[in-house]
């Protein structure tokens, strides 16, 4: 039986990302109170022991290999510093090793009530400019694995019940997201319990930071 194809209106997406590991970072440091912990500082990237085994890898998934510090790691940890600090998030999550920030912990501090508003750059966008600033050091996405994945997510959340979720598109060589067939007045309530469960089901789907753009 073959999976009916919607084909989905183009989207900005907010945030982009490369597929690679996704290690969650720590977040800690001490304030310099007993028993508690500064959410203003980002854990510092631990160096890999070992280069992991390359042996026994499933060809199309992304590398277990640590991405390490890079120059998009480091602008991301400026801009969850300025979130923290400045943007009214204290609790915002630490990015991954890769760089990539953790949507999944992202959208459910937004998800609280009065939390969504800033969620992107802060409150009044006081973190536009770091979050600019990692936009531009993040590394080039290849456009057609990109486009794979969300596709296999989409038809996974079809799959799931969630019948009317679109198909990515290729538009001038770039991936663009699928998702809700009507952004504008949304089809789907994220927060519902079966959306959940599709979303939960079809996460393996979707390479790191795509989570956050379909």
Known sequence: ???PTTTAGLRLAAFVAVP????TVACGGN???TGTKSHDTVADVPSPKSEPSEAGSTPGTPSAKPAGKSAFFDAQVVFVRC???E???KDYPDPKLSGHLDWEKVNEIGSRPGRNEGIKAGRNNACLDELQAALAAEPKRDQQKAYESMLAHAQCMRDNGISRFTNPVMSGGNAVPGGDPNPASPVYAPDSPA???ARAACKSKLLDGLDGMQ
């Open 20 to 23: 690679v590991l996704a290690l």
């Open 195 to 197: 959306y959940k469960e």
């Open 31 to 33: 304030d310099g109170t």
């Open 87 to 89: 943007g009214g998030y």
């Open 1 to 3: 039986m073959s999976i």
């Open 83 to 85: 979130m923290r600090t």
